[in-house]
Each structure stands twice: as structure tokens, then as C-alpha cells.
């Protein structure tokens, strides 16, 4: 991360409890809990290694996920009323601490997000008072920028795209695959074969040694754990 303290990217990352988040994961408990987790690790990673990042907020109450994060990102507590509303908390604390500079809100489920793509992202974000970042099928978002805490503006939920659209939002038309295919099911991994995952989602996936198709790989050239058949 920048430490210049001027002109960098805030960061808010909401992430729910390991206990309920990705419902949709049709795996066991344990399983989802650990690739929750993953997921949510390789993307703050990958923002801290960017020199456009100034700081990083995790909006959750999660002791597990508080003590991954605890010494390298600032930590604000949720209680669990939905993702608009955690992304208010980190905002709030943001203005409290009185940044200065842009802020972005991330989510946390981005196990292909390279510190390279997150540059990109924020250099393009930069010419636009807010912009958006829609999902691979073009319905859902997982950024939103804005140049600061007072322009901050989400409507994060179902349909999210057209909704950050309709508001007013830039939509980001960016070559960067990996932040733009978050995990809600396992099928949803066969995206990007061709792409990496992080190195805390391959720990998970080969933890549980399920087999795997040619061409789906780690950042190290590694075959990953999991690749879903077609």
C-alpha cells in the first residue's frame, strides 16, 4: 500500500460472517467457510500490494476474519443488516478519520483479483467522480469508486449494475477479467480457467484435494485444487 498519506485509494471491504456468507456455495459448512475466507484474503492482498491504496477498512464482525486482518487493515464492527448498510459503516468510518483522497468499496469474494488489475481499476476510476465495475454477467457490481467520501454513492443489491447506472454512476469498461468474476457457486469457477486464482484459494482447493481439469491453475503455474467439469 501507498504510504505517502495523499492521494490514495480507501478501501472499504464488507465481508459477512463465515457462518452465513455464500449460502449458495453447495458444499459442506466447513468447505464454504474456508473459501469464504479465501476469497475474502486473496482480495485484500491484492489491494494491499497496490501503491494506489492508501488504506484499507473490513466492515465485519467476524472474529475469525478480525483476527486475519488484525495489524494489516483498519477494522469496523456490522451487525449483520445487509451489505448497503456495511458499506455505510465503512464509509462513516472513513469521514470520521477524515480521508482526504478517493475511496472505493470492494467485495470480498474476488479469488482472481491481482494487485495489477486493481491498479488498472483504480487509474481508470480516477477520471470519474463515481464509477462502477459490473460483474461478469453484467447484472451485479463489485466496485464502486467514487473521488471521495462526500460523492460516495451505492445502491448495491439485486440488478446492482443498472441500478449504479441509473444513478448516475461511469460504468468502467476495463480489461480486467478477474475483478469482475466473484464466486457465489462453484460453477462459476469455469469463468476463467485461463486465469489464476490466488494462493489462499489454492491452499483451500487442493486442501480438499478435488480433481481438477487441464488448464485451471495458481499464480505460480500450479494446477489448482479445483476446476468443475463442464
Known amino acids: 500500500m501507498s504510504t505517502s498519506g495523499f492521494g490514495g485509494y480507501a478501501v472499504v471491504v464488507p465481508i459477512r460472517s463465515l457462518a452465513t456468507a455464500k449460502s449458495r456455495l453447495r458444499i459442506s459448512e466447513t468447505m464454504r467457510s474456508q473459501l469464504v475466507l479465501a476469497f475474502f484474503l486473496d482480495t485484500v492482498t491484492a489491494l494491499e500490494r497496490s501503491t494506489a ?9 467476524d472474529a475469525v476474519i478480525r483476527s486475519w486482518v488484525r495489524g ?46 486493481f491498479d488498472v481499476l483504480f487509474g481508470a476510476a480516477r477520471e470519474h467522480v463515481r464509477a462502477f465495475l459490473a460483474d461478469d454477467a ?73 480433481p481438477v481439469e487441464q488448464g485451471c491453475r495458481d499464480r505460480k503455474g500450479r494446477h489448482a485444487g479445483l476446476c468443475i467439469p463442464r
Open 138 to 210: 453484467g447484472t451485479g457490481t463489485t466496485c464502486v469508486t467514487a473521488a471521495s467520501t462526500e460523492a460516495v454513492l451505492h445502491r448495491f443489491g439485486p440488478n446492482s449494475a443498472s441500478a449504479h447506472a441509473e444513478a448516475g454512476l461511469a460504468a468502467l469498461d476495463l480489461p480486467v477479467p478477474g475483478l469482475r468474476t466473484d464466486v457465489d457457486v462453484l460453477a462459476d469457477f469455469r469463468q476463467l480457467q485461463a486465469h489464476w486464482v490466488g494462493d489462499a484459494t489454492n491452499r483451500v482447493l487442493n486442501r480438499w484435494k478435488i
Open 72 to 117: 494489516r487493515c483498519e477494522i469496523v464492527a456490522d451487525d449483520e443488516t445487509g451489505l448497503p448498510d456495511a458499506v455505510d459503516r465503512g464509509i462513516e468510518r472513513l469521514r470520521w478519520v477524515r480521508h482526504s483522497g478517493p475511496v472505493a468499496v470492494v467485495l470480498p469474494d474476488l479469488p482472481y483479483a491481482t494487485t495489477e488489475a
Open 53 to 61: 491504496v492508501e488504506r484499507i477498512v473490513v466492515v465485519s464482525s
